[in-house]
C-alpha cells in the first residue's frame, strides 16, 4: 500500500512492517502508539525503524493513519487521571504527623 510520511511516498506492507520491527526493542510509551505483534510502540519510533527518516520529520499522526490502513492497532494519547486532592481531615492528620512512641 502507498503511504506518504512526511512528504515521502512509501509502499508499505503489512509483512514488511512485521519483518522491520523484528527484534526492535520497544521504547516508553509516552503518546500515540501503534501495537504490532504482541509489543506497543510508541508511533515515532515505528516511523523511524520502517521509513528511515529522523523523527523530526514526521508526526505520529502520520504514522498511525498509515499503521491502521495496514491494519495495526493503534492508541491515542493515555488519558492520565487528575491527582485527587486531599480531604481537610487527610490534611490535618498529615500536618500534625504521627504520635511520637512512649
Not at 502507498?2 to 506492507?13: E, G, H, Q, S
Not at 519483518?19 to 515505528?46: C, D, F, H, N, W
Not at 488519558?79 to 504527623?97: D, F, K, M, V
Request: aromatic fraction near 4%; glycine fraction near 10%.
Amino acid at each position: 500500500m502507498r503511504c506518504v510520511i512526511a512528504r515521502f511516498p512509501f509502499d508499505l506492507t503489512k509483512s514488511g512492517v512485521l519483518a522491520s520491527m523484528k527484534g526492535v526493542t520497544p521504547e516508553l510509551v509516552t503518546g500515540e502508539s501503534v501495537i504490532i505483534g504482541r509489543r506497543q510502540y510508541p508511533a515515532k519510533q515505528v516511523g523511524e525503524v520502517i521509513t528511515g527518516q529522523d523523527r523530526r520529520d514526521f508526526t505520529a499522526g502520520e504514522v498511525t493513519r498509515a499503521m491502521t490502513r495496514l491494519g495495526f492497532t493503534c492508541r491515542a494519547l493515555p488519558e492520565i487521571s487528575p491527582a485527587r486532592g486531599l480531604t481537610p481531615l487527610e490534611e490535618a492528620s498529615a500536618q500534625l504527623g504521627t504520635p511520637a512512641p512512649r
